[in-house]
């Protein structure tokens, strides 16, 4: 076929056009790859985007943050510095005046030595003259190490001991070890108080952590907690429905109601739970539960309530806080067998099983809670729901840092990916066998077909 002048030309045309077209659209997508990013993450819990708690806890500084990272230009497990730079940018984008700045250990030996640094890779966290140390770069660390700072002074928490109670550095199931560790990152200092050897709750206790005693306190250690409160004090008191083991003028004192019977909750079965496990999702309007969207779980929870006509609950501001069980009842029978409601003798729901107290006395605020379940917060049931979030914002109210009551940071779920052995075959396979074979196969074909052609 021959090609004419006009044709060709036409061609050269299109052509020409078709390189224009093209240039303008690379020049284009090259400019709004600069003036526009869109990220997505696609991390099953979205722990690489910071989240809207984390973005509370940052407004809430009032001052910049200063960032020191003690990391080698060079490392045989890789670019830690690039790492480093990569997790602080997206909180600097949250708060511009977080500063970060570089120090190689092994150039500056002294600096790091005076920092008290112990290992390549450790950054210092400085804010409002006081700093922290983090060899973890994820949300949770860093999150809680600019928790403490905010801290304006140490917290001290006391845990009643020498009667059995569930301890604070306890590993057992039943005890909440766990839970001390969790407030120990989070700025909180924990110990232990035998008040049949103390003579009265230290003065510098930001509260006092009952927690289940196993056997009576003397007339002599009750009264200690009954002065405590008299001064103002602070009391978190988890309530299980055993006896009260000598501390009844303690309850009388705030005008409890502790009725008998253990709350069952129906409900629980759809959290494949027993129905002695009450499932909270109902909380009263209160500092600690506000923008709590999480469910909590409560095993063998018993009802708390309060005398409105007692003289001493008038000087309260008193909060029901956690609402059970609305479909379910207190069993004041036995638990085993076939669990019924029985409305002659047991309490129709739903269920209240926490307080708040609040009142001023002797110039500040003093703080009480009661939560009638001392196991949501043991080792074997911490990890249930939202139990650690909820337990922790109750010691930030008691402590008075209503300010903290945001964030509890997300677990990295994802870290690892697991792949069956048929899968893993299957992977094999298919990139190594069919993929290859199927190319192979398209070439013959393509050949082939030009061949005849």
Do not use: C
Request: net charge positive; aromatic share 8%.
């Amino acid at each position: 076929m021959q090609m004419s002048s006009k044709l060709r030309w036409n061609l050269l045309v299109q052509n020409g056009v078709f390189v224009v077209l093209l240039a303008a659209m690379a020049a284009l997508l090259a400019y709004f790859a600069q003036q526009y990013r869109v990220e997505r993450d696609i991390t099953q819990n979205a722990r690489n985007t910071v989240s809207q708690q984390a973005r509370e806890v940052l407004g809430k500084l009032s001052g910049p943050v200063k960032v020191t990272a003690y990391a080698m230009r060079q490392e045989v497990r890789g670019d830690m510095r690039k790492q480093i730079q990569g997790f602080l940018t997206r909180y600097q984008q949250v708060k511009p005046d977080i500063t970060l700045n570089f120090v190689d250990p092994r150039e500056e030996p002294k600096l790091a030595q005076a920092a008290g640094i112990r290992l390549s890779g450790e950054s210092v966290i400085e804010y409002n003259g006081k700093n922290e140390h983090i060899t973890e770069y994820n949300e949770q660390s860093f999150i809680n190490a600019l928790m403490r700072l905010m801290r304006s002074t140490e917290r001290l928490v006391m845990a009643l001991d020498g009667h059995g109670e569930r301890r604070l550095n306890g590993i057992a199931n039943h005890d909440l070890g766990e839970f001390g560790k969790q407030l120990g990152a989070k700025g909180f200092k924990t110990n232990s108080l035998n008040l049949g050897i103390a003579q009265e709750v230290p003065a510098n206790a930001s509260l006092l952590l009952i927690a289940n005693p196993q056997v009576d306190l003397q007339p002599a250690e009750a009264q200690k907690i009954r002065l405590y409160l008299q001064k103002g004090g602070n009391l978190m008191w988890l309530i299980d429905p055993d006896p009260l083991r000598g501390l009844q003028p303690v309850a009388e004192l705030l005008g409890l109601v502790l009725g008998p019977g253990t709350v069952v909750d129906p409900e629980a079965v759809r959290f494949n739970a027993s129905p002695t496990m009450a499932i909270a999702t109902n909380y009263g309007r209160h500092a600690i539960t506000d923008n709590f969207r999480l469910n909590t779980a409560f095993p063998m929870a018993r009802q708390i309530g309060i005398n409105d006509n007692d003289g001493n609950v008038k000087e309260w501001r008193v909060t029901r806080l956690i609402e059970v069980a609305p479909r379910g009842w207190v069993e004041t029978g036995k638990l085993d067998g076939k669990i019924s409601f029985d409305k002659t003798r047991d309490v129709q729901g739903p269920v209240n099983i926490a307080l708040a107290l609040e009142r001023n006395v002797n110039e500040r605020v003093q703080r009480v809670v009661i939560v009638g379940n001392g196991a949501f917060l043991a080792n074997a049931f911490l990890g249930n729901a939202g139990n650690l979030d909820l337990g922790i914002n109750m010691v930030n109210w008691l402590a008075g840092d209503d300010s903290l009551i945001t964030l509890q940071p997300r677990p990295t779920v994802d870290s690892s990916l697991d792949i069956g052995r048929g899968a893993q075959y299957l992977m094999v396979f298919g990139l190594f066998i069919f993929l290859p074979l199927t190319f192979a196969a398209m070439g013959v074909i393509v050949w082939w077909r030009r061949r005849r052609a």
